[in-house]
C-alpha cells in the first residue's frame, strides 16, 4: 500500500508515518528529513537548500523529485511506502504519478489532514525530536513520559529545528496554501482523497487514519 499524508505543515504527518511505520511496516519517506540530512551532510544539494528551507520557502522542484526518484530505486519501498512532505505542488504531483508508473506502483489513497492556522503555529513552536532515533515530541502535547528521557530509546538529546519558529511558520503556511492545498482538489479528481481531522488527540487521527486506509488496529 503506497499513500500520501497531505497537510500543512505541524498537521501531524511524520507523528502518523511513525506509528504508520511501527505498526503496518510501511516505509516513510520524508522529504523535509531527506533534505535535513543533505543539509547536515553539506552536499551539493544541502547547500542549494539549507537558505531556502530556513526561509520557509520551498526547494525546487527538480532537486525534490530527483531525491525521491533515487529513494524509490531502494528496495524497501517495496514495503509500501507513506509519503510525508511530499509532493508539495502540482508539478511534484504530476512528477510522481509519472514516477510511480515508471517503477509499476500504484498510489492507493490520499490522506488530507485538516488543522487550522491557527492551531498549527502552536503545533510547530513547541514540536522537538529526540536526537538519536528521531522521536517527535511537544512542548504541551506530546511530552517524553519522563522529562529529558526519550520514551523509544532512552536518549537524553533533543533537537528544534531552525525554521520553527513562529515567522517562519507564517511563510511556510503561506506556501502550503499557495502551492500544496490545491493538490486536494488534484486528489480528489483521481477518487483516490480521504480527508481527517488532524485536531483531535493523536490516537484518535490514528484511528480515522487506520479507518480511511481500511486498516483496523
Ligand atoms: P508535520 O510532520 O505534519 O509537520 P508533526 O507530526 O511533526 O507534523 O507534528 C507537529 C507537532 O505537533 C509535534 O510536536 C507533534 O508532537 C505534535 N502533534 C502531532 N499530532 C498532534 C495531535 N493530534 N495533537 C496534538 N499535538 C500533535
Ligand atoms: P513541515 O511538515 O513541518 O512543513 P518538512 O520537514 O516537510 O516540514 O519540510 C521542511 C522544509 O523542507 C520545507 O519548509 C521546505 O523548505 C523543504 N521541503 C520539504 N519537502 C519539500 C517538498 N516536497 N518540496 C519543496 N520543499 C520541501
Ligand atoms: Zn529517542
New binding site residues.
Partial sequence: MNII?L????????????ILMDRHGLVQL?T?DMLRAAVKAGTEIGLKAKAVMEAGELVSDDIVIGIVSDRLDEPDVKAGVIF??FPRTAAQAEALDNLLAQKGMTLDSVVS?D?DDE??V???S????CAMCGE???????RPEKDGVCDKCGSTEFKRRPDDNAETVRARLEAYHAETAPLIAYYEAAGKLKKID????????TAALERALGKGA
Fill in positions: 499524508l497537510g500543512p505543515p505541524g498537521a501531524g504527518k511524520g507523528t502518523q508515518a511513525r520524508s523535509g510525508d512532505g489532514m488543522v492551531l498549527l502552536d503545533r510547530v513547541g514540536r522537538f525530536t517527535g515530541y511537544h512542548d504541551t502535547h506530546k488532524g485536531m483531535a488527540d493523536i490516537d484518535d487521527v
